[in-house]
């Protein structure tokens, strides 16, 4: 919190004249990020003409990259707001109702691929995109353990399953 504090440029009593508690600092911060996410995201699954599922994934890849491990990059954070989320309801609220709004966008583009046979007519789209999405996240996790995972590479290999 003493870095929240000199962050913000405010004592710990002027910080809770905004904030509750920590619970209602860290959700706020994550709700932010989320956002980020979600503004990054949403908008390339939505483009008219709709795009292929390849160009989504590395696309939002290299989105998400940019973001996650650029100058205020939240990379390193992501898994212990993960974690949090887990014991507090409040934040877990805050990112289920933000990435549902991506889980829904790649579902509606899922459907447009099965339209296009380029995915499996009799798979369920919500599962599909649940799984993308999955995907998109976990790309995180490998990134900031071996660092040289590159998300071009990673839309790459995911593609290479498909087929």
């Not at 940019?66 to 974690?83: I, K, R, T």
């Not at 995109?129 to 995180?140: H, K, N, T």
Request: proline content about 4%.
């Amino acid at each position: 919190m003493a870095d929240v504090f000199a962050e913000a440029g405010l004592s710990a009593g002027a910080v809770y004249r905004y904030f509750c508690s920590k619970d209602e600092i860290i959700t706020a911060i994550a709700e932010e990020v989320v956002g980020h996410v979600t503004d990054l995201l949403v908008p390339l699954v939505e483009q008219e003409p709709t795009p292929t599922l390849d160009s989504v994934i590395r696309d939002g890849l290299v989105s998400v990259d940019d973001l996650a491990f650029g100058e205020d990059g939240f990379a390193q954070l992501a898994p212990q707001v993960w974690a949090e989320a887990l014991r507090n309801d409040m934040l877990l609220g805050v990112i289920r109702s933000r990435y549902t709004v991506v889980r829904e966008a790649l579902s509606r583009l899922i459907v447009a691929e099965q339209k296009a046979e380029r995915v499996d007519v009799d798979a369920q789209p919500d599962d599909v995109a649940a799984v993308l999405f999955g995907s998109i996240i976990g790309y995180l996790v490998p990134r900031l353990l071996f660092g040289h995972l590159r998300p071009e590479s990673y839309a790459a290999a995911l593609a290479a399953l498909s087929r």
